[in-house]
């Protein structure tokens, strides 16, 4: 089970941190990819990390603003997200996959429920 958290209602310019918490104790073997919905918008990519941890990717949106990491001894994941533009508005969600490309999220076979976060103008 992956429960992200962390999302809410933002000025633009402010900062949130997403967290994914994942049950079991598979968590350290598997890539985490973060995507967001945007209002009326399909899913996209937004960020991802390898299993090692030594890799991370992002959508260009994003690049240089949000950072994601993983603390495997907290079987979590998170998403540091700096600068938030008006356009991040979105639901963010988790997810986990074995196969790569780890930004695709036709990758991803098991998917948490999604936080919203809100940057207002």
């Known amino acids: 089970q992956l429960q992200a958290s962390g999302g809410g209602l933002v000025q633009a310019g402010g900062s949130l941190r997403l967290s994914c918490a994942a049950s079991g104790r598979t968590f350290s073997v598997y890539a985490m990819g973060w995507f967001r919905r945007g209002p009326g918008l399909e899913r996209k990519f937004v960020s991802a990390i390898t299993w090692t941890g030594n890799t991370t990717v992002y959508t260009d949106s994003v690049k240089g603003r949000f950072t994601i990491s993983r603390d495997d001894a907290k079987n979590t994941v998170y998403l540091q997200m700096n600068s938030l533009k008006p356009e991040d508005t979105a639901v963010y969600y988790c997810?986990?996959?074995?196969?790569?490309?780890?930004?695709?999220?036709?990758?991803?076979?098991?998917w948490g429920q999604g936080t919203l976060v809100t940057v207002s103008s």
């Open positions: 997810a986990r996959t074995l196969r790569p490309p780890i930004n695709s999220l036709f990758s991803y076979d098991y």
